[in-house]
């Protein structure tokens, strides 16, 4: 058995980290009127540097749908928005219109933000694949600082991982304090996960 296996049965059922490094109670609900629907690959459920779902647990106007699961394979994706709220798939793709103060300005209603979580191969694959997102008009974030995420390696120098997107268009759509309520758990995440890896936490 592998250690990654064996220590599963050691981890928070909530954070998915080491229980001695838990940091649940940084996990509060942050109430947006943005509706976030985090679109995550099966392929992530059980790993530790996932971000999508802790987005999830960060934002109560939030939801997880899944998609990739073997057993659901022939399943297709149901999404809906709230009524009066306008759809955007937030990814990276050709075409997409910035979402910057201008974007924001010619907004009528509230914003249902639609964010793809796996690998970027993956996420690349989603809208093409499913009926519910290949007709959403997508949105990009603008230029912005480096990641600060550094438990995985992003294809691209500027690419950032599932929640700092998340939390860098809530900051355009909502404000800073919504980016930096998910941004500051993030750091904490991003440190206790390289602890638990480094072996640390046992002394």
Same mark, same amino acid.
């Given at each position: 058995? /592998? ?8 981890? !928070?059922?909530? !954070? ?5 490094? #838990? ?6 609900? @942050? ?30 106007? /939030? ?28 990814? %990276? ?9 201008? @974007?924001? /300005? ?16 993956? +996420? ?30 992003? %294809?691209?120098?500027?690419?950032? #991982?599932?929640?700092? *997107? ?11 304090? +919504? ?16 602890? *638990? ?7």
């Amino acid at each position: 058995m /592998s250690k990654r296996r064996a220590s599963r049965k050691d981890r !928070c059922e909530n !954070c998915h980290i080491h229980y001695r490094l #838990c940091f649940c109670e940084l996990i509060k609900p @942050f109430a947006t009127k943005t509706k976030v629907s985090l679109i995550l690959h099966a392929n992530e459920l059980n790993l530790t540097s996932n971000t999508g779902r802790l987005a999830h647990h960060l934002l109560s106007n /939030s939801e997880i749908l899944i998609r990739g699961a073997l057993e659901n394979k022939e399943e297709k994706l149901t999404l809906s928005s709230p009524e009066n709220y306008k759809a955007y798939y937030l990814f %990276p793709e050709e075409g997409a219109e910035i979402l910057n103060e201008e @974007f924001v /300005s010619k907004q009528t209603g509230p914003i249902h933000l639609i964010v793809p979580d796996g690998s970027w191969r993956q +996420a690349k694959k989603f809208k093409r694949r499913e009926e519910a997102l290949e007709h959403l008009p997508s949105v990009v974030l603008p230029p912005g600082p480096p990641s600060s995420y550094f438990l995985r390696t992003e %294809p691209m120098e500027n690419f950032v #991982c599932t929640l700092e *997107a998340v939390a860098r268009a809530l900051g355009i759509l909502e404000g800073k304090e +919504a980016q930096e309520h998910l941004e500051n758990v993030l750091k904490v995440m991003v440190e206790r996960t390289l602890m *638990a890896r480094s072996g640390k936490h046992h002394l």
